[in-house]
């Protein structure tokens, strides 16, 4: 099939590589020049575990092209696919400007019949407000429909190869063959495809993104409660997770949730229902809960120093909001810089993919190590802020000579404690005994 991607971001170029990996023919379209020149000269934009080999593969193959010119894009594509961003405006609702707008210059270059397909998570009713924007600029006729993503970053390939569903919001029965047609390879395994009308799909995906904020943020206050109660949060998250109604995954406490979609989708949500006269009291508590996660490490580091912490140097492992990806938004690790740095103290930084990024927001306010290893010299405590597997089992013995103190304050609950303890650590972690 003939696809266009409007968008090459963490969702767009995933969505358009693994298209073009079951043999369709994709444009993708992006306004960044030089992530489309970058593109076309065969560098990946974004580090996404598993996509170099199918970008490669696919540009190779003559199956993704990768453009600026949008009309070439709309002339060749039977589907589009809109990946486009939807940032919190200043209100906490979506800011559709990037969705409306690109659908008016679509509609201004359209030649015939297409389907316009919405990836990006929009609030209810963006169906409706695009398929206004191509009514009153084109007399095409077009199907405007939802497929929200659910891939997740880091695992993005896998999800969209193996997806545990694809949901379609539509009423078009000519739309929903061609996306049916378009999906089969992917769910060949017996997934559903739950195909739904746009509204619900439109509800779906801030449902879903909304009630694992939820989860999260509901094991991180019961991991503040540990502390107070002296109870150990791993054996009460094992003890949880194994009844099936709960489930294992998404109870591991830690420094908030962060990223490109929780922060913005609970709080889309929020004010979605606001819109509607609903109080939606949950995600309004679950937004003010997480905002206090996230200030837990550097509050206990506060506390540790007495407040004092001007003219110390202190280490950080993990910038990104979490493992396997490079995307650093609303990432914990960065109120943690902003809180040392204010009090006056130094940060050496050290993430495997994050680095890059960090370094645009705050230049040479913070030192970057080489390795974990580099991050730790003369440091007088090191903070962990993201779960990278490389951090999971160190050198413990050359930390020690690194270290001016044995010192760490752990966002995310990477080690035994009573390794720590034999190792003769001070080792405060979240929801669990603190070592000292
Ligand atoms: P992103 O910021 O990584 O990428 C967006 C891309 O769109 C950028 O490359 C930008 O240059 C480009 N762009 C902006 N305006 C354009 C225009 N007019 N024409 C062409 N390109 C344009 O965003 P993302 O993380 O891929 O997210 C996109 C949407 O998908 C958002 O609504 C997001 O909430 C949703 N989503 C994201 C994820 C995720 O994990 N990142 C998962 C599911 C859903």
New binding site residues.
Partial sequence: MKIAV???????LVTGTCLAETGNDVIC????AS?IEKMQQGELPIYEPGLELLFHRNIQQGRIRFTMD?QSAVEHAEIIFM????PPGEDGAADLS?IL??AK?IAALLTGYKVIVN????PVGTADKVKAVFESHTSIAVDVISN??????GV?VEDFMKPDRVVIGTSSERAKKLMSELYAPYVRQGNPVIFMDERSAELT?YAANSFLATKITFMNEIANLCELVGADVDAVRKGIGTDERIGKRFLFPGIGYG???FP??VQALVKSADEHEYNFEILKSVITVNEKQKVILADKLLQYYDNEISGKHFALWGLSFKPETD?IREAPALYLIETLLKNGASVSVFDPEGQENVKSIFNNRISYAENQYAALEGADALLIATEWSLFRNPDFEKMAELLKEKVIFDGRNLFELEKMTELGYYYNSIGRKLIA
């Fill in positions: 409007i968008g090459t971001g963490y969702v767009g379209v992006d306004i960044n992530k949008l990946a486009l961003p939807t990037y707008g690109a210059d990836k990006s998570t929009v929200p993503e659910f891939l997740r970053e993005a995906k990223g490109s979609c913005k989708d995307d």
